[in-house]
């Protein structure tokens, strides 16, 4: 089964992205393909390399950047919705005059149409948020 | 054409669940999730609106609330995430009711 997951909730806000994160670790277990997972509203909060939770909590975007690394995972951020949030790549940092990025690695920033492009390109989409 | 439908609020926060079943037909599974498994305990308001329904609920949010397998109404099927998944991949489409 090919699959895309929506994110729509930051880390660490309810459960949300905790949920999402779970599943799609769940279903690579089972050999299943993840096609993307889109990360759109405060859902591109889980794509900033700035986080710093306490040692002894989860790592909420650091366990995504590893799963995109051992399955080669597309993690795509919204591009309204980063910029509306600072999360920042070089080329958005180019474009608006920014001094700074702060993109977690395996993590791009697009367009919406890359939503539409995993519903229609996957088995399933599955929509996690609050 | 079956719908997994996810609920993830609690019905006692807010009323998606009950929309959720108005739209749920016989080939449907809804599945409860975060704390929205509230709704499968025992005793409480929201078990009622369930009765007749295929429904299954998430074990790992169970064990965070506290909510033994034992408390949960008579006929609820209780899923790890492996089983989720099997859920989404058995219906033909998924609708999350956020």
């Given amino acids: 089964?090919?699959?895309?997951?929506?994110?729509?909730?930051?880390?660490?806000?309810?459960?949300?992205?905790?949920?999402a994160y779970n599943f799609a670790k769940a279903a690579l277990a089972k050999g299943h393909e993840i096609f993307r997972v889109f990360f759109y509203h405060d859902g591109v909060n889980n794509g900033?390399?700035?986080?710093?939770?306490?040692?002894?909590?989860?790592?909420?975007?650091?366990?995504?950047s590893e799963l995109a690394r051992e399955y080669e995972l597309d993690l795509?951020?919204?591009?309204?919705?980063a910029q509306r949030r600072g999360i920042v790549d070089d080329g958005e940092a180019e474009r608006n005059g920014k001094d700074a990025t702060n993109i977690a690695d395996g993590f791009r920033i697009s367009g919406?149409?890359?939503?539409?492009?995993?519903a229609?390109?996957?088995?399933?989409?599955?929509?996690?948020?609050? | 054409m079956s719908i997994l439908h996810i609920v993830n609020k609690s019905?006692?926060?807010?009323?998606?669940?009950?929309?959720?079943?108005?739209?749920?037909?016989?080939?449907?599974?809804?599945?409860?999730?975060?704390?929205?498994?509230y709704a499968a305990a025992r005793g409480g308001k929201a078990a009622e609106k369930l009765s007749g329904l295929d429904i299954s609920v998430l074990g790992a949010d169970l064990a965070a609330r506290g909510i033994g397998?034992?408390?949960l109404i008579d006929g609820v099927s209780v899923v790890d995430y492996a089983g989720f998944v099997d859920l989404v991949k058995a219906k033909d489409s998924t609708q999350s009711w956020l």
Wanted: net charge negative; proline share 4%.
């Fill in chain 1, 1 to 19: 089964m090919k699959l895309t997951i929506q994110v729509n909730e930051g880390p660490y806000q309810h459960q949300a992205a905790d949920s």
């Fill in chain 1, 48 to 64: 900033t390399r700035l986080t710093t939770p306490p040692q002894d909590d989860r790592h909420a975007v650091d366990r995504w």
């Fill in chain 1, 76 to 81: 795509v951020l919204c591009v309204a919705a």
């Fill in chain 1, 112 to 118: 919406l149409g890359q939503l539409i492009e995993g």
């Fill in chain 1, 120 to 130: 229609v390109q996957s088995d399933r989409l599955v929509v996690f948020g609050d």
């Fill in chain 2, 11 to 37: 019905p006692y926060e807010k009323s998606s669940l009950y929309t959720a079943v108005d739209f749920v037909k016989d080939s449907d599974v809804v599945l409860l999730i975060e704390d929205a498994v």
């Fill in chain 2, 69 to 71: 397998e034992d408390k």
